[in-house]
């Protein structure tokens, strides 16, 4: 295993243009969860074409595309098996239209020591037709067993929530073929789907994708917290700090605070964190 961050950071990825419709909106809040009172106006809101709301989250799902290639970096010469997603965040520069298309510009924008693991950290930037930016994604990767090479430990950027009792409880509801949902937006990882994969993977059974209980997380806070109304993300992010099994329960916490609504998540069957360092930023 080889980590040169001369060669790798600043590398572009492959990029790529993407298209949506309603449709795809619908299916991804769908994956959600969305919808679980299909008579509610609210939840309406998310998944009946008329007045149709995007929850910001979706941007993981249009800037996906342009951030493949990550294997043919130069200086990036480590076990693909070994790579987990540790952290996502991103950054909405206005309201996400229920239908367009996007050009995704990708790069390795910094690559950290962490002793044990290299952390990647992949910027995908989506711009309109017109140029205009739409958001940006950071995607933050451990590639276990690449660290020691002696470079940038990085900063220290850990979230804690306030040493008080939240301010919101919300409790989800995970459906039992929620990643099987979910992963008709385009993630198709057979870990998601497959029980003899997941089982060589070390898990009893298919685990929800990581994404997925970002972009719940999310819809929690925006309904609990911004009274459903997802325009007002200008930012969000978490970090994955334990698995999801549908079927389960992802309980979301709250903390409002000047810097914005902290948050932490949770599956309460197990006892066990899911989502932390969560905060997600208003306009």
Not at 61 to 86: C, N
Not at 90 to 97: A, D, G, K
Not at 185 to 200: K, Q, T, V, W
């Amino acid at each position: 295993m080889t980590i040169d961050t001369d060669l790798a950071v600043g590398t572009s990825l492959a990029g790529a243009t993407t298209t949506w419709t309603w449709q795809d909106v619908v299916l991804y809040h769908l994956g959600l969860g969305a919808g679980a009172d299909p008579v509610s106006p609210h939840e309406l809101a998310y998944t009946y074409e008329r007045d149709l709301h995007v929850l910001p989250t979706y941007a993981v799902i249009l800037a996906t595309p342009g951030v493949r290639g990550i294997e043919d970096v130069p200086g990036l010469d480590f076990d693909r098996t070994q790579m987990l997603h540790g952290e996502q965040e991103i950054e909405v520069f206005e309201p996400i239209p229920t239908e367009g298309t996007v050009e995704t510009s990708a790069r390795v924008a910094a690559i950290y020591d962490k002793g044990k693991a290299a952390l990647v950290v992949l910027e995908a930037e989506s711009r309109l037709a017109d140029g205009r930016p739409l958001f940006v994604n950071r995607y933050s990767l451990f590639a276990r067993g690449a660290g020691g090479f002696g470079g940038d430990p990085g900063p220290k950027e850990r979230i804690d929530p306030p040493d008080r009792e939240p301010d919101n409880v919300v409790d989800v509801a995970i459906l039992p073929q929620q990643a099987l949902l979910y992963r008709l937006s385009g993630d198709l990882n057979p870990l998601h789907a497959e029980p003899e994969f997941a089982r060589r993977a070390g898990f009893r059974r298919p685990i929800l994708h990581g994404l997925c209980s970002f972009g719940i997380a999310c819809k929690a806070v925006v309904d609990g917290r911004l009274a459903g109304d997802p325009k007002r993300v200008a930012r969000f992010r978490a970090r994955f700090a334990g698995v999801v099994y549908p079927g389960e329960t992802l309980r979301v916490r709250m903390w409002g605070e000047a810097a914005g609504i902290h948050l932490e998540a949770s599956v309460p069957e197990r006892d066990a964190p899911a989502l932390a360092s969560g905060l997600l930023v208003t306009r």
